[in-house]
């Protein structure tokens, strides 16, 4: 009977009875580690704002400067700061964009997390049928919440945003150029073409630390943020209502 199921559901996909219990196997794969990376996620969001709220003692206090804060915490130190007066060195413009990318940077190191058991494989189409029920608002997890994640239309709205200050014209066209496309693409594409949107984004960050501060306050440069350095989430992208 369970064959008689598992033929019927393949027949329905386009794909062997083995070809269909290989794909079974992938998505028991993905759901695995996109539970592991909302897990991670969790922690790491609880970790950050104890050692954020430290670090707002910390500089209120005089122990240590803002710029001796983690860049990964520096730009929600400074809200904090901001609500008590204290002085911000970023243009409104600059702290608009970092904050933007926050969510933008998350969403797409969750969606890396969730691909990597899958990054070495070449099959081209591999979640088209996953993403036309995406698209109709009714995709099973973890499908449903990796495609929110990849939304380019946020993505390229953030690198827009870095643009402004760091002054580049790389960083948008890397994004349009390495743009993922989950009904063509294989898991292998869509992961490497994340990675180089991730790593283009991050450059325009530091560069937004070291060219977006704002005239009369001391200036970032001197503590410019690494790729690994940075980043927790503040707003997110709208998702494909999923039906019920």
Request: hydrophobic content about 35%; proline content about 8%; cysteine-free.
């Given at each position: 009977r369970n064959e008689a199921?598992?033929?019927?559901?393949?027949?329905?996909?386009?794909?062997?009875?083995?070809?269909?219990r290989a794909w079974k196997r992938d998505q028991d794969l993905l759901t695995t580690a996109q539970k592991k990376a909302t897990l991670?996620?969790?922690?790491?969001?609880?970790?950050d704002q104890a050692e954020i709220s430290a670090a707002v003692n910390n500089v209120r206090?005089?122990?240590?400067t803002i710029n001796q804060v983690p860049a990964r915490y520096?730009?929600?130190?400074?809200?904090a700061l901001g609500s008590s007066g204290?002085?911000?060195?970023?243009?409104?413009?600059?702290?608009?964009?970092?904050?933007?990318?926050?969510?933008?940077?998350?969403?797409?190191?969750?969606?890396?997390?969730?691909?990597?058991?899958?990054?070495?494989?070449?099959?081209i189409l591999y979640f088209a049928p996953e993403y036309a029920q995406y698209r109709l608002g009714n995709a099973p997890e973890p499908y449903a919440t990796l495609f929110a994640n990849m939304q380019i239309?946020?993505?390229?709205?953030?690198?827009?945003?870095?643009?402004?200050v760091s002054k580049s014209q790389s960083v948008l066209r890397e994004v349009?150029?390495?743009?993922?496309?989950?009904?063509?693409?294989?898991?292998?594409?869509?992961?490497?073409?994340?990675?180089?949107i991730l790593k283009a984004l991050n450059e325009q960050e530091q560069a937004v630390w070291k060219y977006g501060s704002k005239a009369g306050v001391p200036s970032q440069s001197s503590s410019t943020p690494t790729a690994s350095d940075s980043g927790i989430i503040i707003v997110s992208v709208e998702p494909v209502p999923q039906k019920k």
């Open positions: 199921a598992e033929a019927n559901v393949a027949a329905k996909r386009g794909q062997t009875v083995e070809e269909f991670n996620k969790t922690q790491q969001s609880n970790a206090n005089g122990a240590i520096r730009l929600a130190v400074l809200n204290a002085p911000i060195p970023l243009s409104p413009v600059a702290q608009k964009a970092l904050e933007a990318y926050e969510p933008i940077k998350s969403q797409i190191e969750e969606t890396l997390q969730t691909l990597e058991p899958l990054k070495n494989k070449t099959t239309e946020g993505i390229q709205s953030a690198a827009r945003l870095l643009q402004r349009q150029t390495h743009t993922p496309n989950p009904a063509i693409d294989s898991p292998k594409q869509v992961y490497d073409k994340l990675q180089v």
